[in-house]
């Protein structure tokens, strides 16, 4: 804020605003921003507002508190926090003296911020017109909590809806906007294929966690993460495309004992997060950190008669009315449905793991956590399998149902290619 005592005539007074005004505004400065100056008159206080070129290229021109009624909106501070599945508000309020223009003549827009300079469009209201866009179509709609009230709703939240998101409230002379941040709840868990560590492009990287039901991690949900107990020695892509990785037990391969390249209160006794930086997405590889939400459904292990190799996984769970877990459901369920199984199971894409919410010794190790055996050779390894049903899905074979063959006497002869499994009664 800049002040001045103006003596000054009304001429020479705008004058100096636009000079404070040029010699203070940032080059390059946000789209769809004005910029205030208050100026100390004869009469008292008088706030000039300046905006900036907009969005959609018009320019609004600069109007004086006393002249016009303002916009002003307030949002929440901090954070909103849903998890996939759910519905929240994200609240936003807007202050309209409105003696000469009705709310009518408001129009509020959100929209959601995918780069620092770059928008989606979620949400468009005017008057009685309202309109939501792309794959908010169905799922956003106003709260409509009287006059005044921005606030959208948004149902059935999704993983990609994660972000910050703007308000913004219009009328025929200025504009404010204010930012909503939604976060959800989940967790993150690091990722490689098959093909081995290192193997991933952002891309590659982007399309790998939406395969294992995630997204790309931000960086906010990584230092969470660590501030978890998250500790992993191999770097991988954040959905802003920087690479780094959690260390929580410093070691000299793991990017030494604290010091430079570290986040989040580093050092020798708590480690940090080390960072790359961001990278060249289209050339250089590394693994993934993904983050995904809530279960609609539910991940269980299933247990066949005997152990199955991987081609007979997805046979195994069809029966049950489900289908071969991916990598993200199993930690969603570790994670948010305390699913806690010292068993190895095939999942979706050919690793085998387990979940431990109660370590014990035989069962990997003092710390909880998805235990990972790898990519075992899928003809020759033998697991059962952990599969995931969907809401609402029904289980064919309840209670006593296993898996075998039927004829020839089960594993001490007759068929035994997975194509000619049926359900046995245990």
Known sequence: MVCARAALGPGALWAAAWGVLLLTAPAGAQRGRKKVVHVLGESGPLKVVFSAK???????????????????????????????????????????????????????????????LAFTDVFVALGPQHRAFGSYRGRAELQGDGPGDASLVLRNVTLQDYGRYECEVTNELEDDAGMV??????????????????????????????????????????????????????????????????????????????????????GDANGGLRNYGYRHNAEERYDAFCFTSNLPGRVFFLKPLRPVPFSGAARACAARGAAVAKVGQLFAAWKLQLLDRCTAGWLADGSARYPIVNPRARCGGRRPGVRSLGFPDATRRLFGVYCYRAPGAPDPAPGGWGWGWAGGGGWAGGARDPAAWTPLHV
């Open 54 to 116: 907009s969005r959609s290229g018009q320019v609004r021109r600069g109007v004086a508190e006393g002249e016009s009624g303002s916009v002003v909106v307030q949002t929440a501070p901090g954070q909103v926090v849903s998890h996939r599945g759910g519905t929240i508000v994200l609240p936003c309020r807007y202050h309209y003296e409105a003696a000469a223009h009705g709310h009518d003549g408001v129009r509020l827009k959100w929209t959601k911020v995918v780069d620092p």
């Open 181 to 266: 941040k939604l976060d959800l709840e989940g967790v993150v868990f690091p990722y490689h294929p098959r093909g081995g560590r290192y193997k991933l492009t952002f891309a590659e990287a982007q399309r790998a966690c939406a395969e294992q039901d995630g997204i790309l991690a931000s960086a906010e949900q990584l230092h969470a993460a660590w501030r978890d107990g998250l500790d992993w020695c191999n770097a991988g892509w954040l959905r802003d495309g920087s690479v780094q990785y959690p260390v929580n037990r410093p070691r000299e391969p793991c990017g030494g004992l604290g010091g430079t390249g570290s986040a989040g209160g580093g």
